[in-house]
């Protein structure tokens, strides 16, 4: 196994039975470690080591259960791109701890190459509940200057990075 330091883990320390056993673990999780070395040809011992390495070191951040969002009743996707009135690190952090009291935030990005500050991806039940979320909520954030909004059609596709 490679010799990785926890403050500085680059992609050529990672060999492929690690990114092996990291797409295993993203498409199920919840797989026991015995079945873990199974399908990576390595024994249990060995492969738990693997997995506390990846860990340790920040390469595996948690484990976490995916929701089907149309199911729980929140079928609307919207990218949200918002300007703040003032870039300073005061109104940012500012508008970072509020966006993130929000349920219907999903994501939130400060973004470059475009005239607003932030990408936000929020989930609502129906444009009734993203007019309130709109109206009553975002808007409402000292500093939020402007938003423009992007309904999503239909995500292609979602996937974390080996």
């Known amino acids: 196994m490679p010799n990785i330091n926890s403050d ?7 060999d492929e039975t690690d990114k092996r056993l990291l797409r295993l673990l ?6 026991s470690i015995t079945e873990l070395a ?12 693997r997995v506390k390495h990846l860990e340790d070191t920040g390469i595996i951040t948690g484990y976490y259960t995916q929701t089907n969002a149309q199911k729980l009743g929140y079928p609307l996707a919207i ?24 349920d219907e ?4 990005s400060i973004v470059t190459g475009r005239s607003e500050d932030y990408l936000i991806k ?9 007019e309130e979320f709109l109206l009553h909520r975002l808007n409402r954030i000292e500093g939020v200057a402007q938003v ?14 080996v």
């Open 8 to 14: 500085s883990v680059s992609l050529t320390d990672i």
């Open 26 to 31: 993203q498409t199920e999780a919840r797989m």
């Open 38 to 49: 199974e399908r990576v040809n390595l024994s249990a011992t060995p492969c738990a080591r």
């Open 79 to 102: 990218f949200i791109a918002i300007s703040m009135d003032r870039h300073t690190a005061e109104r940012f952090e500012q508008f970072e701890r509020k966006i993130q009291s929000f």
């Open 105 to 108: 935030v999903v994501s939130c």
């Open 122 to 130: 929020v989930r609502v039940r129906d444009m009734a509940h993203y």
């Open 148 to 161: 423009h909004t992007s309904f999503e059609l239909r995500e292609v596709f979602s996937r974390s990075i």
